[in-house]
């Protein structure tokens, strides 16, 4: 068993997992293979040094990534490793909060909430306090609360008025969670922090337990997290931390670099091993790579490198319009696809979201499959909010933000004055909102009255009856007899609206098969509502879905920072210019450089054998256009290892002077430099390379407007352009 966690593993990897004792820093390149080293060395520890699995703590950042580590140990050592604590940072809060949290004031069956249900707490304590919502957001104060929480914000860096509405309004949020018995995302670190820092038995068990901590993303961790980890770490100092500081990219969320050099400081005696080693790219790729990231300053020094060949050159191309750039990748991905290359092993990869407009036209108008990988998450939709809602105060009735969300969906007559008095009833009388509805209620009156009592009533039925019938009938009884389920399927008032609550009841019943699928994780030991708990509290701790067909082939178009942890053998890095990336943001500080070049380090090791990097002379972008300088990050790869194509032209014979009539050409095939002649003039046909044969119907500046025929229509061209020539009567 043992010759099988040490299999395939370099000289570094086998020295990461065998090194049991003390402190360690792996500084695990791009595609060394760091989630290989981390589940051989749980597997190590259990098999070869008989630890306890219970004794061993493994952190990662996504519940995807837990549960891969999870199935990797157990294929290695074939027995269950329950016992061990293999989590994201959060989730690993929600389950030491659910025994220790009584000491600091809440009930063990609390429940979590999300960013947006944090915004409409907010959004109510506002109107409660005659904060008017144009001026402040909900949303944003929310955001604010949260990066307060998380220590990424003091009060003092905030500026008048928003300053004291948020003095005034953070207390209250706060606690309005812990009289509800809520507590947000930030609270899942925070208040496991507090029971660490304030009730040293509590911080006693944990750190006798986990005699071994494993870290992954180190680089990612924030304040809080870091503080989490060196408290548990403190008595054993069995720290193995995993990460690459050219990786850091997640600065805007709160991640810190400097915990890197924090560690270094709280554990002198670390040992540093080096996993530099690729097992994904071609070697020319890494060259570059390693080539740009060493501009960065103060950090440690690593050259990746690859056993896997060479490879190609990196491919520069330079486009007259972003429209070219976008045929440019189009024409590449369809030689490549031709060619056996299947579509998902390509990326198009650019620096945000409204960069990706381009490539989707060309993409629908050639009947390309693509997905734009977004953040939409199937527990975001208004219905799955709506349902968790209502289970929410099955398991706790006096959950009033549940009962404020789903009192009038669907309809039952109840106003924003009337519920407003239910506020103020409950307020003045220390009650829950659901205990205000009873027979002998002065606020409420007739049909809402009745629809308001069999609502509460209907809550109390099946919260007598959890442990009496399955979840799966209580599901079913609850969106039957709140109307729920009639409400979506009487809404066929257009045909819009009647697709969208088709779309709605389907989601309702993926919702149960979701719920079936959780339901089976649980031995006979678990009653229903322990479950229904558990199940709520895994809804909410659940990573963010995206809505892609995952049956078919597909470009994906996603931003640098959504394609962190994959890999695909073709890679595009679009939009390549000053001020788009790197953003013109960071330009402003040389700081900011820095993590847009390790943004651009992680696109380029993003690929496994092709990697192209495009941009355009001039772009059509936020309603104007724009001539940009070429990124800088492209001028940092070694000219070995690039080739340049299209309209390369020197910086100088670009933005020193306007081109009038002639261009700089260059030669794809003889590397060399060539002028042309461009005369043209409005009711001149042409010729586009691209576009095939058009007329020219108005000049303006140096660029000109182009019919072409159906479907291709108007086209704005540079004026003095190789792509295209006039054709000669």
């Given at each position: 068993?043992?010759?099988?966690?040490?299999?395939?593993?370099?000289?570094?990897?086998?020295?990461?997992?065998?090194?049991?004792?003390?402190?360690?820093?792996?500084?695990?390149?791009?595609?060394?293979?760091?989630?290989?080293?981390?589940?051989?060395?749980?597997?190590?520890?259990?098999?070869?040094?008989?630890?306890?699995?219970?004794?061993?703590?493994?952190?990662?950042?996504?519940?995807?990534?837990?549960?891969?580590?999870?199935?990797?140990?157990?294929?290695?050592?074939?027995?269950?490793?329950?016992?061990?604590?293999?989590?994201?940072?959060?989730?690993?809060?929600?389950?030491?909060?659910?025994?220790?949290?009584?000491?600091?004031?809440?009930?063990?069956?609390?429940?979590?909430?999300?960013?947006?249900?944090?915004?409409?707490?907010?959004?109510?304590?506002?109107?409660?306090?005659?904060?008017?919502?144009?001026?402040?957001?909900?949303?944003?104060?929310?955001?604010?609360?949260?990066?307060?929480?998380?220590?990424?914000?003091?009060?003092?860096?905030?500026?008048?008025?928003?300053?004291?509405?948020?003095?005034?309004?953070?207390?209250?949020?706060?606690?309005?969670?812990?009289?509800?018995?809520?507590?947000?995302?930030?609270?899942?670190?925070?208040?496991?922090?507090?029971?660490?820092?304030?009730?040293?038995?509590?911080?006693?068990?944990?750190?006798?337990?986990?005699?071994?901590?494993?870290?992954?993303?180190?680089?990612?961790?924030?304040?809080?997290?870091?503080?989490?980890?060196?408290?548990?770490?403190?008595?054993?100092?069995?720290?193995?931390?995993?990460?690459?500081?050219?990786?850091?990219?997640?600065?805007?969320?709160?991640?810190?670099?400097?915990?890197?050099?924090?560690?270094?400081?709280?554990?002198?005696?670390?040992?540093?091993?080096?996993?530099?080693?690729?097992?994904?790219?071609?070697?020319?790729?890494?060259?570059?790579?390693?080539?740009?990231?060493?501009?960065?300053?103060?950090?440690?020094?690593?050259?990746?490198?690859?056993?896997?060949?060479?490879?190609?050159?990196?491919?520069?191309?330079?486009?007259?319009?972003?429209?070219?750039?976008?045929?440019?990748?189009?024409?590449?991905?369809?030689?490549?696809?031709?060619?056996?290359?299947?579509?998902?092993?390509?990326?198009?990869?650019?620096?945000?979201?409204?960069?990706?407009?381009?490539?989707?036209?060309?993409?629908?108008?050639?009947?390309?499959?693509?997905?734009?990988?977004?953040?939409?998450?199937?527990?975001?939709?208004?219905?799955?909010?709506?349902?968790?809602?209502?289970?929410?105060?099955?398991?706790?009735?006096?959950?009033?933000?549940?009962?404020?969300?789903?009192?009038?969906?669907?309809?039952?007559?109840?106003?924003?004055?009337?519920?407003?008095?239910?506020?103020?009833?409950?307020?003045?009388?220390?009650?829950?909102?659901?205990?205000?509805?009873?027979?002998?209620?002065?606020?409420?009156?007739?049909?809402?009255?009745?629809?308001?009592?069999?609502?509460?009533?209907?809550?109390?039925?099946?919260?007598?009856?959890?442990?009496?019938?399955?979840?799966?009938?209580?599901?079913?009884?609850?969106?039957?007899?709140?109307?729920?389920?009639?409400?979506?399927?009487?809404?066929?008032?257009?045909?819009?609206?009647?697709?969208?609550?088709?779309?709605?009841?389907?989601?309702?019943?993926?919702?149960?098969?979701?719920?079936?699928?959780?339901?089976?994780?649980?031995?006979?030991?678990?009653?229903?509502?322990?479950?229904?708990?558990?199940?709520?509290?895994?809804?909410?701790?659940?990573?963010?879905?995206?809505?892609?067909?995952?049956?078919?082939?597909?470009?994906?178009?996603?931003?640098?920072?959504?394609?962190?942890?994959?890999?695909?053998?073709?890679?595009?890095?679009?939009?390549?210019?000053?001020?788009?990336?790197?953003?013109?943001?960071?330009?402003?500080?040389?700081?900011?450089?820095?993590?847009?070049?390790?943004?651009?380090?992680?696109?380029?090791?993003?690929?496994?054998?092709?990697?192209?990097?495009?941009?355009?002379?001039?772009?059509?972008?936020?309603?104007?256009?724009?001539?940009?300088?070429?990124?800088?990050?492209?001028?940092?790869?070694?000219?070995?290892?690039?080739?340049?194509?299209?309209?390369?032209?020197?910086?100088?014979?670009?933005?020193?002077?306007?081109?009038?009539?002639?261009?700089?050409?260059?030669?794809?095939?003889?590397?060399?430099?060539?002028?042309?002649?461009?005369?043209?003039?409005?009711?001149?046909?042409?010729?586009?390379?691209?576009?095939?044969?058009?007329?020219?119907?108005?000049?303006?500046?140096?660029?000109?407007?182009?019919?072409?025929?159906?479907?291709?229509?108007?086209?704005?061209?540079?004026?003095?352009?190789?792509?295209?020539?006039?054709?000669?009567k």
């Amino acid at each position: 068993m043992k010759e099988k966690i040490l299999e395939n593993l370099n000289q570094q990897q086998v020295l990461a997992v065998k090194t049991v004792r003390g402190p360690i820093m792996a500084v695990a390149g791009a595609g060394s293979g760091k989630t290989r080293v981390l589940t051989r060395r749980i597997a190590y520890l259990i098999e070869d040094q008989g630890i306890f699995p219970g004794n061993i703590l493994a952190i990662t950042f996504t519940n995807k990534a837990a549960e891969e580590m999870r199935n990797r140990v157990f294929n290695l050592i074939e027995m269950p490793v329950e016992g061990a604590w293999i989590s994201t940072f959060h989730a690993m809060g929600a389950k030491i909060l659910r025994s220790e949290i009584h000491h600091l004031g809440y009930k063990s069956d609390y429940q979590i909430i999300d960013d947006e249900d944090s915004a409409i707490i907010v959004k109510n304590l506002m109107k409660e306090h005659n904060y008017d919502r144009k001026n402040f957001s909900p949303k944003i104060t929310s955001n604010l609360f949260a990066s307060i929480k998380g220590q990424h914000t003091s009060f003092n860096s905030l500026g008048e008025p928003i300053r004291s509405m948020v003095m005034q309004l953070y207390p209250l949020y706060n606690a309005y969670l812990k009289k509800n018995n809520l507590v947000d995302f930030q609270d899942l670190l925070v208040l496991v922090l507090d029971l660490f820092r304030n009730y040293p038995k509590v911080l006693k068990k944990y750190q006798d337990k986990f005699e071994y901590i494993l870290v992954d993303e180190f680089q990612d961790t924030n304040d809080l997290q870091y503080e989490i980890v060196k408290l548990l770490s403190k008595k054993h100092r069995n720290l193995f931390i995993v990460g690459d500081e050219d990786q850091s990219i997640y600065a805007f969320r709160g991640s810190n670099i400097e915990n890197i050099k924090k560690f270094i400081k709280d554990f002198p005696e670390y040992l540093t091993i080096m996993l530099n080693q690729n097992y994904r790219s071609k070697d020319t790729i890494l060259k570059a790579a390693n080539s740009v990231i060493k501009n960065n300053r103060n950090r440690i020094k690593k050259e990746l490198y690859s056993t896997l060949g060479s490879g190609e050159k990196i491919i520069h191309f330079k486009a007259g319009t972003d429209e070219e750039e976008a045929y440019y990748v189009y024409e590449k991905i369809k030689h490549f696809w031709k060619n056996g290359i299947k579509l998902n092993d390509i990326a198009i990869l650019y620096r945000n979201n409204a960069m990706s407009r381009r490539f989707e036209d060309i993409f629908l108008k050639y009947n390309v499959p693509h997905r734009v990988i977004g953040n939409i998450s199937f527990y975001k939709r208004k219905e799955i909010k709506d349902i968790i809602a209502y289970l929410h105060l099955v398991i706790n009735m006096g959950d009033d933000y549940a009962f404020s969300r789903v009192y009038n969906t669907p309809k039952r007559g109840v106003g924003n004055a009337t519920f407003a008095r239910l506020v103020e009833e409950a307020k003045e009388n220390n009650l829950k909102l659901i205990d205000v509805v009873d027979e002998e209620s002065e606020i409420l009156k007739g049909k809402s009255k009745e629809n308001l009592l069999n609502l509460k009533n209907t809550i109390i039925s099946l919260k007598e009856k959890i442990n009496q019938q399955s979840l799966l009938d209580t599901y079913d009884e609850l969106i039957e007899k709140t109307g729920y389920k009639a409400m979506l399927e009487n809404d066929d008032s257009t045909l819009d609206k009647s697709f969208q609550s088709e779309r709605r009841l389907d989601n309702l019943n993926e919702f149960k098969s979701l719920m079936m699928e959780k339901i089976s994780g649980y031995d006979i030991n678990f009653s229903n509502y322990e479950i229904l708990v558990n199940l709520l509290n895994d809804l909410a701790l659940h990573e963010q879905a995206q809505e892609v067909d995952d049956s078919g082939e597909y470009v994906s178009l996603m931003t640098v920072h959504a394609a962190k942890g994959l890999e695909f053998k073709v890679v595009f890095v679009t939009c390549l210019e000053q001020a788009l990336f790197p953003s013109s943001q960071s330009l402003t500080e040389s700081f900011n450089v820095d993590e847009e070049r390790r943004l651009f380090y992680v696109a380029l090791t993003r690929a496994k054998d092709y990697v192209f990097l495009t941009n355009s002379r001039t772009r059509f972008m936020y309603g104007r256009f724009m001539e940009n300088l070429d990124s800088q990050f492209i001028k940092e790869i070694e000219e070995e290892y690039l080739e340049r194509k299209g309209v390369y032209q020197p910086k100088k014979e670009i933005f020193d002077k306007p081109l009038q009539r002639k261009v700089i050409q260059f030669d794809e095939i003889k590397y060399t430099y060539r002028e042309v002649e461009q005369n043209v003039s409005v009711g001149n046909k042409i010729e586009h390379k691209t576009f095939g044969k058009g007329v020219v119907v108005a000049i303006e500046d140096d660029k000109i407007r182009v019919a072409f025929p159906r479907p291709i229509g108007i086209k704005i061209l540079i004026k003095d352009h190789p792509s295209y020539e006039v054709v000669k009567k």
